[in-house]
């Protein structure tokens, strides 16, 4: 599904990620977990196609083509669907507008055809269901004025009308209640499929009790520094970052 | 510069080819301005007498003012000496069908979404062919008389209803109010007059169905709108679809006059040839629309799109005489290219617990300024007066420019202004997010775009609305990216 190589991004001239190399198979859920700053985000960024992120050296396949090659749009279309940790406001933007053009949109790509107002409606209402929404979120601007609770919930509802072929889920636990930490983990797991991955960036080994993973990355300064399963996450809780950054830089030496 | 910029601008330029040629004889007076141009114009539509004083006496005045002295605006000098004062309608070379214009041009028509028959009338389809819209205007035109509205040509308000024309005619834009307005008054062309008697609800937008008509009313247009107690009417001008004119030069006047509770709303789409990628040979819009507030509650909204033009100045203000009357002015203008645009609005509160609000939406994109110029003036009397501004802009790209000036006049300091203006740029991350769902670019600045225009929009007649939403989408199409 995924294969990123040596993966160097730089930032401004800043070097955020100094060789990151990182494999996930078709219907498998990779965990990342690493201190503030490490580069999770910028991660999923490069990987999702944002402008300002300078790909120094590497490479990343996705679905055996060169993924690096692809408009950010293009990414979406084949699959690639990236949970902001911090969703953006668009003011005047409906929120059932957006999800509708975007569902139609990949729909078109896709060579399926437009859901008509009715279908949509149908759709939209029963996602919003399964993940305990209110049907007035429709009404509202996309994300304008949304608790931060409400703004993840609604990441990932528009995961789940887009269907993705890789999810990157970037902190959408961080703001969450307990009831919806449940909710948001019910709804990734009823997507576990296998020809669909997931990665899955979070500071809280809580989150990965509900969601459990098949692998978990420590990323430090740009690097991912130690991989296990899920029990390192237990680990880290337990001893913290320290004793990764001690022990890499032990092998490292 | 995408496709469809490159479309819009190539039908706009081209020539005679798909009918908008002009070699049919023309009945003309020659250039230039003077006291017996005035008669002549008068003479040629057999005005009475008290007109044509009327008109001398703006001329008079006009001679001794001076042209306004552009501060935001970089204008080449108009020579008032070269321009045609008069002109009997310019026929267009008719087709037979609409299989004989220009397909770029139906391709445009097709994508703003105007109706098949206006299609006809707009390409140059001969009337005669267009009879569904014939008989749909008239029967509209009977229901108005039904109701004692009239609504017609402003020649025809001149011979038909001399009284109510020679009350209200310069009521709320006196001749010498400003130069254009003086010279509008000396040598205005046709135009339309409307009148709601008591009481009265027009059931329709007015000039939906009348527009393509009133469409070559010539550069010196003059609108009359009177609204009797307890009326209502909401009168729609322009059109969406590209408008070429040989024109440089558009001076025209609004006046609306609004008794006790009577609430007139106003909507403009103006989408004038902006003039060529360089900014050669664009319009030159310089309009004055004022309302009068009246009577108790008169209530007047000014909601207008000004995508076109080269050079717009242009302020719709409402002066609040009555007690709690109200004025609102929603806007979106949007520049492209080389294309300055000074708009805004006056609201002059007069009377006890008046209200206004201004919602002013600015996008910049290419080389192009974008200005607000707005005064807000709370007079002695005019207690508990309440205002609201909102003026924002949107910059696409850096080369751009957005200016605000928001003047505030307080004389009665029970008043409240309230002003908020924002700048932004078309947000990177906004982009980024709705392209990472799979919108393509395009999509996304016009969703982005849609959704910051929404408040205005929201004050159209919603046909209305439609229109407006595709000309911004086209007018900004290749500016990003
Ligand atoms: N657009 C940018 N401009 C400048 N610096 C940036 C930019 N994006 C990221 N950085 C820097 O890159 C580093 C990594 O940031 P990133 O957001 O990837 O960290 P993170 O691991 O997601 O942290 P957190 O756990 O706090 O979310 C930080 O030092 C950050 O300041
Ligand atoms: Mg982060």
Not at chain 2, 340 to 352: P, V, Y
Not at chain 2, 360 to 381: C, D, E, P, Q
Request: hydrophobic content about 35%.
């Amino acid at each position: 599904m995924l294969k990123i190589k040596d993966l160097r991004v730089s930032v401004e001239d800043t070097e955020i990620l100094k060789g990151v190399n990182l494999e996930i198979k078709p219907g498998e859920v990779h965990a990342i977990m690493g201190p503030n700053g490490s580069g999770k985000s910028t991660l999923g960024f490069v990987l999702a196609g944002k402008d300002d992120y300078e790909v120094t050296s590497g490479s990343v396949e996705y679905q055996g083509q060169d993924l690096l090659d692809l408009s950010p749009d293009e990414r979406a279309r084949d699959g690639v669907f990236l949970g902001f940790q911090y969703p953006v406001e668009i003011p005047g933007v409906s929120n059932s507008n957006f999800l509708k053009m975007i569902i139609n949109s990949i729909r078109k790509s896709r060579g399926q055809e437009e859901l008509d107002a009715l279908a949509m409606l149908k759709l939209l209402k029963e996602k919003l269901a399964s993940l305990g929404m209110d049907t007035n979120m429709l009404k509202r601007s996309l994300n304008d004025g949304f608790s931060g609770g409400e703004k993840k919930r609604n990441e990932i509802l528009q995961m789940a009308v887009l269907d993705p072929k890789l999810a990157i889920l970037d902190e959408t636990d961080s703001g969450l209640d307990i009831d919806a930490l449940k909710v948001v983990s019910d709804g990734v797991n009823s997507m576990r499929s296998p020809d669909r991955s997931f990665l899955i960036i979070t500071h809280y080994q809580r989150l990965l009790n509900y969601i459990v993973p098949d692998f978990v990355h420590v990323l430090v300064d740009g690097k991912i520094v130690k991989s296990g399963d899920k029990s390192l996450a237990l680990e880290l809780e337990d001893k913290g970052y320290d004793w990764v950054k001690k022990e890499s830089s032990e092998v490292m030496a | 510069m995408s496709d469809s910029m490159q479309t819009l601008e190539k039908h706009t330029q081209s020539e005679y080819k798909y009918g908008w040629s002009s070699d049919i004889e023309m009945d003309i007076i020659p250039k230039g301005l003077s006291e017996e141009v005035v008669r002549m114009i008068s003479a040629k539509k057999k005005e009475p007498k008290w007109l044509l004083d009327w008109r001398l006496e703006a001329y008079a005045k006009w001679k001794t003012m001076k042209e306004p002295n552009w501060a935001k605006l970089n204008i080449a000098p108009i020579s008032y000496q070269d321009i045609i004062y008069y002109a009997a309608p310019k026929k267009q070379k008719k087709l037979n069908s609409l299989d004989e214009a220009d397909p770029e041009l139906l391709k445009t028509f097709e994508r703003l979404g105007i109706p098949l028959d206006e299609r006809k009338v707009l390409a140059g389809v001969a009337v005669d062919a267009v009879i569904d819209s014939v008989s749909v205007t008239t029967t509209f035109k009977k229901k108005l008389g039904e109701l004692g509205i009239i609504f017609c040509s402003f020649s025809e308000a001149v011979q038909e209803h001399p009284e109510l024309v020679r009350e209200y005619l310069g009521s709320v834009v006196p001749q010498n109010d400003n130069y254009f307005a003086a010279l509008n008054s000396a040598v205005f062309s046709d135009g339309s007059f409307c009148y709601i008697p008591k009481g009265v609800r027009c059931p329709m937008e007015l000039s939906t169905y009348f527009r393509i008509n009133a469409a070559n009313t010539g550069q010196f247009e003059r609108t009359l709108i009177v609204a009797e107690d307890d009326s209502y009417v909401s009168y729609l001008e322009g059109c969406t679809a590209p408008m070429r004119d040989e024109n440089q030069l558009h001076a025209a006047v609004v006046e609306i006059y609004a008794k006790e509770r009577a609430f007139v709303k106003y909507s403009t789409v103006q989408n004038w040839y902006p003039g060529d990628k360089d900014g050669k040979g664009g319009v030159y819009n310089f309009v004055t629309k004022r309302g009068l507030c009246n009577g108790f509650r008169s209530r007047i909204s000014w909601t207008q799109v000004e995508t076109g033009s080269a050079i717009t100045w242009k302020y719709p203000s409402c002066i609040l005489k009555g007690n709690e009357s109200i004025g609102e002015f929603y806007s979106i203008a949007v520049t492209n290219n080389y294309q300055q645009a000074d708009t805004g609005t006056k609201m002059i509160h007069l009377g006890k617990n008046t209200k206004s609000t201004i919602i002013s939406k600015g996008i910049s994109a290419g080389k192009s300024h974008n200005t607000y110029r707005g005064l807000v003036k709370i007079g002695k009397k005019a207690d508990n007066a309440r205002n609201f501004s909102e003026c924002d802009s949107l910059l696409m790209g850096d080369r751009c420019g957005a200016h605000t000036f928001p003047y505030i006049e307080i004389e009665n300091q029970s008043g409240k202004v309230e002003h908020e203006a924002t700048t932004s740029k078309i947000g990177a991350d906004q982009m980024f997010y709705c392209t990472q769902r799979g919108l393509s670019v395009e999509d996304a600045i016009n969703l982005i775009v849609n959704g910051y225009c929404k408040e205005v929009f929201n004050e159209l007649p919603m046909e209305f609305a439609v229109e407006a939403q595709k000309l911004l989408e086209i007018s900004l199409e290749g500016s990003v990216g």
